[in-house]
Each structure stands twice: as structure tokens, then as C-alpha cells.
């Protein structure tokens, strides 16, 4: 399952850059931050889509390009799994194994290898009962191979769940060219993204534009434009608890694949 290095748009430098000084967990968020309604994309994931497709209990779930581990929290607090994170930048497995300690979690759930590679896809054949990845399989040019690496670690009947960033619509003029062109922006349209998973051996459940408006798409940091989108977003929060916003490529912040691996491809 070697892929070319060509079809790679990222290193391991790139990551170990963007993962520098990164730190376990965040600061503890001021009391009022706390009120504040969550993004539509995290409120509705969360709370509507995966609660019933996810088993609850010793479910074995890994995330590929996983660090720094803040969302595999979740797959442990909110249904009991037992989580695995999956990275190769040394800097981002560093804080992950950071905050995991944070919460009892031991090293040997944080892996860093490149998943890719025959040596993982060999060790790990078929070990999981969910397979998830947000944001990994747009920095690749023929992500195809990338999506049948995620499948060849599930169970058969496991849940595989891939998201991307819509950075193709209004967040591409806020983000660096650098950073737009670490992605693969053919794939930012629906047509394009579900024809990726159309497989034997993949029954799909879920393929659409998702999250509705999350300028959060947009970070970079701790600095004045990031601050500035975060405020606006926090507002924009309150309001979509109040009037939907219709998904659709331009503003939707990313598009989210579930499916089913079969028993018998």
C-alpha cells in the first residue's frame, strides 16, 4: 500500500511545522466562553449523526492523522471506545501522548507511523471497528489509494467515517497560498468527493456538504485574523441555533462520508 511520493502534497516537515510548539490541551476557556453554543458542524456530528451508528463500549476506533488527539476525546468520553491515534510528525505525537497522559490514556495508543506503509497496513489488517480521518485524504493527489488504506485496517461491519475541509468556497482568500496549495481542491465537490468511496466493498450511509458556516476553517493561529473569525463565529453560533443555514459548496465547511465496510466485498 506504498504510495507515491508524488501524490503526496505534504511531508513530514510540513507537519512537524505546523505541530511546533504545539501543547497538550488548551487553556482553560474563560466561564462565559463556556455558554456559547457550539459550531453546527460539532452539535449536529455529535449529537444527531453518530450516537446511533457508533457502538458504545470497548469499540476499538482509530484516527489516522490523528494529532493532537483532541477528537478522539470525544469517541472515548461520549461512547466508551478504546482509541487509537495515528500520526507521523513527531512534534504533533508528542502533544497528543501529552494529553492523553491528561486522561489516563498510555503511549501505546498514540502510533506514530506513516499508515500507508506495508509495515503498518500488514500489522494492523482489519484491527479496528471504526476507521475515521478529518482532513487527511485532500493532501493527497490520488486520494483513492488513501481512502482503500482506510478500509484495509476495518473490520468488516466496522464504521468508516472520512471528512475534508471545503476550502474551495469562501475560505479559500482567507487561508495562505502555502496552505491551499497543501490541499487537494478537485475533490471539494460533492460529485466528486462521493465518487471516491463508490466500492464493493463500502455500503454508504451518509455523503454530503456538512457543517453549515465555521469560519474556524480559517485558523492559523493565535493571531488578529484568527481572533477576529472566532468572534464572528461564536455569533454566527448563536444565530444558527435559531435559523438553519442550507449546505451547499460555497459555504458548507466541509463534506463528510459514512459508511459501512461489508462483510462480504
Known amino acids: 500500500?506504498?504510495?507515491?511520493?508524488?501524490?503526496?502534497?505534504?511531508?513530514?516537515?510540513?507537519?512537524?511545522?505546523?505541530?511546533?510548539?504545539?501543547?497538550?490541551?488548551p487553556k482553560p476557556s474563560k466561564p462565559w466562553r463556556r455558554l456559547l453554543p457550539e459550531t453546527p458542524q460539532t452539535r449536529q456530528l455529535?449529537?444527531?449523526?453518530?450516537?446511533?451508528?457508533?457502538?458504545?463500549?470497548?469499540?476499538?476506533?482509530?484516527?489516522?492523522?490523528s494529532a493532537p488527539g483532541a477528537t478522539l476525546?470525544?469517541?472515548?468520553?461520549?461512547?466508551?471506545?478504546?482509541?487509537?491515534?495515528?500520526?507521523?510528525?513527531?512534534?504533533?505525537?508528542?502533544?497528543?501522548?501529552?494529553?492523553?497522559?491528561?486522561?489516563g490514556i498510555t503511549d501505546e495508543h498514540s502510533i506514530r507511523a506513516d499508515f500507508l506503509s506495508d509495515t503498518f497496513q500488514t500489522e494492523y489488517r482489519e484491527a479496528f471497528d471504526i476507521v475515521y480521518s478529518g482532513g487527511v485524504i485532500e493532501h493527497f493527489r490520488d486520494p483513492v489509494e488513501v481512502v482503500n488504506a482506510?478500509?484495509?485496517?476495518?473490520?468488516p461491519g466496522g464504521l468508516l467515517m472520512i471528512s475534508i475541509p471545503n476550502i474551495a468556497g469562501i475560505y479559500r482568500p482567507l487561508l495562505a497560498k502555502r496552505t491551499?496549495?497543501?490541499?487537494?481542491?478537485?475533490?471539494?465537490?460533492l460529485e466528486r468527493f462521493r465518487a471516491l468511496f463508490?466500492?464493493?466493498?463500502?455500503?454508504?450511509?451518509?455523503?454530503?456538504?456538512?457543517?453549515?458556516?465555521?469560519?474556524?476553517?480559517?485558523?492559523?493561529?493565535?493571531?488578529?485574523?484568527?481572533?477576529?473569525?472566532?468572534?464572528?463565529?461564536?455569533?454566527?453560533?448563536?444565530?444558527?441555533?435559531?435559523?438553519?443555514?442550507?449546505?451547499?459548496?460555497?459555504?458548507?465547511?466541509?463534506l463528510l462520508f459514512i459508511g459501512r465496510k461489508r462483510l462480504f466485498g
Not at 500500500?1 to 490541551?25: C, H, I, N
Not at 482506510?150 to 473490520?155: D, E, F, G, R
Not at 491551499?180 to 465537490?189: K, P
Request: hydrophobic residues 40%.
Open 180 to 189: 491551499v496549495d497543501a490541499h487537494n481542491l478537485h475533490i471539494m465537490r
Open 73 to 103: 476525546l470525544r469517541w472515548r468520553t461520549l461512547f466508551g471506545n478504546e482509541v487509537f491515534g495515528v500520526d507521523f510528525s513527531e512534534n504533533g505525537l508528542k502533544a497528543q501522548r501529552e494529553l492523553f497522559a491528561l486522561y
Open 46 to 65: 455529535w449529537r444527531h449523526i453518530l450516537p446511533p451508528l457508533v457502538p458504545k463500549g470497548p469499540a476499538k476506533v482509530v484516527e489516522l492523522g
Open 198 to 254: 463508490r466500492s464493493p466493498v463500502i455500503q454508504p450511509l451518509l455523503c454530503q456538504y456538512f457543517g453549515q458556516l465555521n469560519l474556524g476553517v480559517a485558523y492559523s493561529g493565535h493571531n488578529r485574523k484568527s481572533r477576529c473569525l472566532l468572534r464572528v463565529q461564536a455569533l454566527a453560533n448563536m444565530l444558527l441555533r435559531i435559523v438553519s443555514f442550507p449546505e451547499n459548496r460555497w459555504t458548507s465547511p466541509c
Open 150 to 155: 482506510h478500509l484495509q485496517i476495518l473490520k
Open 1 to 25: 500500500m506504498e504510495v507515491s511520493d508524488k501524490s503526496r502534497l505534504t511531508d513530514q516537515a510540513y507537519w512537524d511545522e505546523v505541530f511546533a510548539g504545539a501543547v497538550p490541551s
